[in-house]
């Protein structure tokens, strides 16, 4: 809804080749969600019953559906400062920007690890599989997203070694 | 001194361009390892999922998805050909259709960036063709797109509810009367600039008109009922109506309409699961910040000194409302609405400031933050469709920006505007 710029101005063959994989499992992630809070009601209204499993799949789906769009989605960001840098310090800000996201996602993905390790004997009450399942969607994601900032670290370079 | 830290951290890495998400996930990561260092780092990963994790914000999702429909499917054109044989025919005529087809597809959609994109690409052409300056065309889209969020459904109150632990159902209920008001309002600015410029007004085609409109959009002027009444009757929750406002919208484009192709199915669904990423992954990183801040008693430490300026709750509104339409100029809303709120919730409790009224004035006021420069969004993008350059947009916005910080006065300090309706409907 916010701010579709594009994610990087770079963008080559092989990101967008990479770029379609994640954007079809979330779409495929969105319908699913759609599909089952709509089956919730008419299971209600129309069997008077409810679909136990539902509200829990659905949640653990959103958060898949979430973190694996978030791969490819522009990310929210103020740049109106760095906006008025010229082109080769903003292209060094971006690889700057770059590296501390990735410290960050890799702090994600041990923790996401961790987590793992930890609620692997925990389950879902209704569903009855493992509560690592939420967590695996960030360890997995985390990884495309180190992908995606290192495809960028890579096409700034170009532009900053490509202006030199 | 948490407090500094953390948003000391925070704006600094915001400024070098970091994503805000990554932003607080860093001023989070430096507050923890200064004040809390002896505790096991999976606590972030923990809060990121745990924020995410959650029913009524996968309302989300389904909410823009519904929008994305709305605009592939046709339903938009049709809303506003029965709009024009509503009012088409007062001074100003376009004017007013753009504000009426605004407000009925504010029904239907949460963001204001929907709404925008929806009515912008059918009024600006039309309004060009009918003798109205792109840049007032663009202006008035701009600013009626403002109502999006504010008549439900409505993505900024999903979040704060779920941030303050409020009634989503209340929060939307609480928009209807100042998201009339500013429709009503925008109205009278375009019959008053009309009148002035001696803008052109359509002919009145008379009931049969409006009736032959009025079956043509039957299905697409359902949706809000569908919507709106199921909350309110309890028939299903804010995130189930997500769900029917998705498959009601898109059987409609489908079997009634006969618009929606495959290739804009797809396309929709990506758009909004994206769009629901850029958001949700916030709200994610925010889930780290709502446990530090508590865990830290950040809260205490803001409220003490919010409270030590001031124990009046009108002055807090007026010093909070300055704040945030400063914030709305350079910040994304709902960025802004996630970062500031849990910060504020203890001051607005201990003023006893009704969490719903408060809710609203807020997002009012972050929602005007997309129309003003020289971070708004929504000016860009209705710059763009006009093809016209930002600036001229901006001056022609500048009446319908004063009633909407009109109307953000009025409902500033009368919370009745706010209460009186979910009072009234659900106690």
């Given at each position: 809804m916010n701010h579709p710029q594009p994610a990087?101005?770079?963008?080559?063959?092989?990101?967008?080749?990479?770029?379609?994989?994640?954007?079809?499992?979330?779409?495929?992630?969105?319908?699913?969600?759609?599909?089952?809070?709509?089956?919730?009601?008419?299971?209600?209204?129309?069997?008077?019953?409810?679909?136990?499993?539902?509200?829990?799949?659905?949640?653990?789906?959103?958060?898949?559906?979430?973190?694996?769009?978030?791969?490819t989605a522009p990310r929210m960001?103020?740049?109106?400062?760095?906006?008025?840098?010229?082109?080769?310090?903003?292209?060094?800000?971006?690889?700057?920007?770059?590296?501390?996201?990735?410290?960050?996602?890799?702090?994600?993905?041990?923790?996401?690890?961790?987590?793992?390790?930890?609620?692997?004997?925990?389950?879902?009450?209704?569903?009855?599989?493992?509560?690592?399942?939420?967590?695996?969607?960030?360890?997995?994601?985390?990884?495309?997203?180190?992908?995606?900032?290192?495809?960028?670290?890579?096409?700034?370079?170009?532009?900053?070694?490509?202006?030199? | 001194?948490?407090?500094?830290?953390?948003?000391?951290?925070?704006?600094?890495?915001?400024?070098?361009?970091?994503?805000?998400?990554?932003?607080?996930?860093?001023?989070?990561?430096?507050?923890?390892?200064?004040?809390?260092?002896?505790?096991?780092?999976?606590?972030?990963?923990?809060?990121?999922?745990?924020?995410?994790?959650?029913?009524?914000?996968?309302?989300?999702?389904?909410?823009?998805?519904?929008?994305?429909?709305?605009?592939?499917?046709?339903?938009?054109?049709?809303?506003?050909?029965?709009?024009?044989?509503?009012?088409?025919?007062?001074?100003?005529?376009?004017?007013?259709?753009?504000?009426?087809?605004?407000?009925?597809?504010?029904?239907?959609?949460?963001?204001?960036v929907a709404?925008?994109a929806?009515?912008?690409?059918?009024?600006?052409?039309?309004?060009?063709?009918?003798?109205?300056?792109?840049?007032?065309?663009?202006?008035?889209?701009?600013?009626?797109?403002?109502?999006?969020?504010?008549?439900?459904?409505?993505?900024?109150?999903?979040?704060?509810?779920?941030?303050?632990?409020?009634?989503?159902?209340?929060?939307?209920?609480?928009?209807?009367?100042?998201?009339?008001?500013?429709?009503?309002?925008?109205?009278?600015?375009?019959?008053?600039?009309?009148?002035?410029?001696?803008?052109?007004?359509?002919?009145?085609?008379?009931?049969?008109?409006?009736?032959?409109?009025?079956?043509?959009?039957?299905?697409?002027?359902?949706?809000?009922?569908?919507?709106?009444?199921?909350?309110?009757?309890?028939?299903?929750?804010?995130?189930?109506?997500?769900?029917?406002?998705?498959?009601?919208?898109?059987?409609?484009?489908?079997?009634?309409?006969?618009?929606?192709?495959?290739?804009?199915?797809?396309?929709?669904?990506v758009t909004a699961?994206q769009g629901?990423a850029s958001?949700?992954?916030?709200?994610?990183?925010?889930?780290?910040?709502?446990?530090?801040?508590?865990?830290?008693?950040?809260?205490?430490?803001?409220?003490?000194?919010?409270?030590?300026?001031?124990?009046?709750?009108?002055?807090?509104?007026?010093?909070?409302?300055?704040?945030?339409?400063?914030?709305?100029?350079?910040?994304?809303?709902?960025?802004?609405?996630?970062?500031?709120?849990?910060?504020?919730?203890?001051?607005?409790?201990?003023?006893?400031?009704?969490?719903?009224?408060?809710?609203?004035?807020?997002?009012?006021?972050?929602?005007?933050?997309?129309?003003?420069?020289?971070?708004?969004y929504?000016?860009y993008l209705?710059?763009?469709?006009?093809?016209?350059?930002?600036?001229?947009?901006?001056?022609?916005?500048?009446?319908?920006?004063?009633?909407?910080?009109?109307?953000?006065?009025?409902?500033?300090?009368?919370?009745?505007?706010?209460?009186?309706?979910?009072?009234?409907?659900?106690?």
């Amino acid at each position: 809804m916010n701010h579709p710029q594009p994610a990087t101005q770079n963008e080559s063959a092989e990101q967008t080749l990479l770029f379609r994989l994640p954007d079809l499992l979330a779409a495929v992630l969105l319908f699913v969600i759609t599909f089952l809070v709509t089956a919730q009601v008419l299971v209600r209204y129309a069997l008077g019953g409810s679909l136990v499993w539902s509200e829990e799949l659905t949640r653990l789906l959103f958060v898949w559906m979430v973190l694996v769009a978030a791969i490819t989605a522009p990310r929210m960001q103020v740049d109106f400062l760095v906006d008025l840098l010229p082109p080769r310090l903003r292209a060094f800000q971006r690889i700057l920007v770059e590296f501390v996201v990735m410290g960050l996602t890799i702090v994600l993905i041990q923790g996401a690890w961790g987590m793992m390790d930890l609620r692997q004997f925990d389950t879902y009450i209704a569903l009855g599989i493992s509560v690592s399942w939420i967590y695996l969607s960030l360890f997995l994601a985390g990884f495309a997203w180190l992908l995606r900032s290192l495809a960028t670290v890579v096409a700034h370079w170009r532009t900053l070694t490509g202006l030199t | 001194m948490t407090l500094a830290v953390l948003l000391g951290g925070l704006v600094l890495l915001s400024l070098l361009g970091v994503p805000l998400a990554f932003a607080i996930l860093g001023a989070c990561l430096a507050t923890l390892m200064i004040f809390r260092p002896h505790l096991p780092l999976e606590l972030m990963a923990q809060h990121v999922v745990n924020g995410i994790d959650s029913f009524p914000l996968i309302a989300i999702a389904l909410f823009l998805f519904a929008g994305e429909l709305m605009n592939a499917g046709g339903i938009t054109r049709r809303i506003v050909d029965f709009a024009a044989t509503l009012v088409g025919h007062i001074r100003g005529g376009l004017g007013h259709v753009t504000v009426l087809a605004s407000m009925i597809i504010s029904g239907i959609s949460g963001s204001a960036v929907a709404d925008a994109a929806a009515t912008g690409s059918v009024m600006v052409p039309a309004m060009k063709r009918a003798g109205f300056p792109p840049a007032f065309s663009a202006a008035l889209c701009e600013t009626a797109a403002v109502m999006g969020p504010i008549i439900p459904p409505s993505i900024p109150m999903v979040i704060y509810a779920i941030l303050v632990e409020a009634s989503v159902g209340h929060m939307f209920v609480g928009g209807i009367i100042p998201g009339v008001l500013m429709g009503l309002l925008l109205m009278g600015m375009v019959w008053i600039i009309s009148m002035r410029r001696g803008y052109a007004k359509g002919t009145w085609g008379g009931m049969a008109a409006v009736a032959t409109a009025f079956t043509a959009a039957i299905a697409a002027l359902a949706t809000p009922v569908i919507i709106l009444g199921g909350i309110l009757g309890g028939v299903f929750t804010v995130t189930e109506a997500g769900a029917i406002a998705c498959v009601y919208c898109g059987l409609v484009a489908v079997f009634v309409y006969r618009q929606l192709t495959l290739k804009e199915f797809w396309r929709s669904l990506v758009t909004a699961a994206q769009g629901t990423a850029s958001v949700m992954l916030i709200v994610g990183a925010s889930g780290v910040m709502g446990w530090m801040i508590a865990d830290l008693q950040i809260n205490k430490e803001a409220a003490a000194l919010l409270l030590s300026f001031t124990t009046s709750d009108w002055v807090f509104l007026t010093v909070v409302n300055v704040f945030f339409l400063i914030v709305g100029m350079f910040m994304d809303p709902l960025a802004a609405l996630i970062v500031f709120v849990p910060i504020l919730m203890p001051a607005v409790q201990a003023l006893a400031i009704d969490p719903i009224h408060f809710g609203v004035v807020i997002v009012i006021n972050l929602m005007i933050g997309l129309c003003t420069p020289p971070v708004g969004y929504l000016i860009y993008l209705m710059a763009n469709v006009a093809n016209e350059p930002p600036q001229a947009v901006i001056r022609e916005s500048l009446p319908f920006l004063g009633v909407l910080v009109f109307v953000l006065i009025l409902v500033t300090y009368i919370p009745a505007l706010t209460l009186a309706l979910p009072q009234y409907f659900l106690g």
